[in-house]
């Protein structure tokens, strides 16, 4: 099959979050034999010269691309678009550029599926439907529902109106009205997005998230013996429920874990940390950017006990896989640990009061014998989410064809 890509931001190999799950996706539907044009967004000098994708790719378009527009130019987009602002900022909002690259290649070849990449890049199909053949299938891939994600941060006192929401689920349920397929990291999200659109039951395709079970894996040896204990957070802080999760350990577990554990340190790592993070900083707090390449390798195989204390956004959280491919035990949310459906203490320890998360946390900082017994088990229910099975069951949905009977949810 020819696919085209359109993601939200460039996939590169040494990335983490949603743009790695791009990457492997595109890796092993090529290596199944598809052929895959790639229209990306490049932001950073480390998106225009990255050559990761090349060996996967017939034909990769960057556009160069801002990471915050201008107030005055969303208002003009806003105008002349008529679309929510959330899909005409930076970050992955609408470019005219990527819009005018995907006209010119759509004349220039024929696709069998174009896929949208986080439900940002679907105002792509919206606009363009009449421009894609009739016998190619559209698919938005649904990393978080937006409509979900703004009314959760509302109710956590964001200044976010009515108003705003109610824009928001008109057109972001309208771009899933138009395309053929919608795809969910888990089935709790396609849950969120039928109950708000029942007539969208029949598009929508659960293909999980995955590990690279190659690249993430336990060290050589255990590093439980130092003189300190490590617990680590990582994410891409551009993405604020990562922000508000480091935010949450700091004020509902941290003073409580320290004064059971008082040479405990905690790590906070990824992309671009704000400022409201880095006034965490102290002797014992280590707020950080990175989380790129090997180096996330040094901070799983250098911590102790993974948390994801994570109350916003919805969509699936590879961060959890990454920590238990390297054996590291977990403390995570009920909301964090969608798609993976652990077992509570067997696989890892899941709570969404914060005094009984910080028991947990505090248990196994304390207890090497059960931290050796939750890191095998996470390992072990790892090794199920290597990303070559999820590009698989994608695989499966796109062969499917318009017509298809669908693929078990």
């Known amino acids: ?5 359109l993601p939200k931001l460039f996939p590169r190999a040494d990335i983490i979050g949603g743009p790695i799950l791009i990457y492997h996706r595109i890796k092993n539907l090529s290596s199944m034999g598809h ?3 790639l229209i990306a967004p490049a932001y950073t000098e480390a998106d225009r010269n990255d050559t990761s994708l090349e060996p996967f790719c017939e034909k990769i378009i960057r556009i160069d691309s801002v990471k915050e ?10 105008k002349r678009l008529n679309r929510p602002k959330v899909f005409l900022t930076g970050d992955g909002g609408y470019d005219e550029g990527i819009e005018d690259a995907l006209k010119l290649t759509l004349k220039e070849k024929h696709f069998d599926a174009v896929i949208a990449e986080y439900s940002m890049m679907g105002q792509y199909i919206e606009a363009n439907r009449s421009l894609i053949p009739a016998d190619a299938m559209t698919v938005i891939s649904v990393h978080e529902c937006y409509t979900k994600a703004f009314t959760l941060r509302a109710a956590k006192g964001e200044d976010i109106s009515e108003g705003t929401i109610k824009e928001l689920f008109n057109y972001e349920f309208k771009m899933y009205d138009v395309a053929d397929r919608i795809l969910t990291l888990t089935r709790e999200d396609g849950d969120i997005l039928i109950s708000h659109a029942p007539g969208l039951k029949n598009k929508i395709r659960v293909v999980p998230h995955g590990v690279d079970t190659g690249f993430y894996t336990p060290p050589n040896k255990k590093f439980w013996e130092r003189n300190t204990k490590n617990i680590l957070y ?15 350990f700091i ?8 004064q059971e554990v008082p040479d405990v340190k905690f790590y906070a790592i990824g992309f671009n940390p704000p400022q409201e993070l880095l006034d965490f900083r102290s002797e014992n707090v280590t707020v950080r950017g990175g989380g790129d390449d090997d180096n996330v390798l040094r901070f799983y195989w250098n911590s ?5 204390p994570i109350e916003l956004g919805t969509g699936f959280r590879g961060k959890l896989l990454e920590a238990m491919a390297c054996g590291l035990p977990v403390v995570a949310t009920r909301l964090a640990t969608f798609g993976i459906n652990p077992k509570h203490g067997v ?4 709570a969404d009061d914060y005094n009984v998360f910080s028991e947990y946390v505090i248990m196994l900082l304390k207890d090497a014998e059960l931290r050796n017994k939750i890191s095998n088990n996470a390992l072990a229910l790892s090794m199920k989410f290597d990303h070559k099975h999820a590009a698989e069951k994608l695989e499966q949905v796109l062969k499917e ?4 009977i669908g693929v078990s949810n």
């Open 304 to 308: 102790d006990v993974f948390v994801a």
């Open 401 to 404: 064809g318009k017509g298809g």
């Open 234 to 248: 990582l994410g891409n802080f551009q993405h604020y429920p990562n922000v508000d999760a480091v935010k949450n």
């Open 347 to 350: 696989d890892m320890f899941v």
């Open 1 to 5: 099959m020819n696919i085209l890509f």
């Open 251 to 258: 004020h509902h577990c941290w003073n409580r874990i320290q």
């Open 35 to 37: 052929k895959i044009t």
């Open 69 to 78: 527009r201008p107030r005055d130019g969303v208002e003009a987009l806003y």
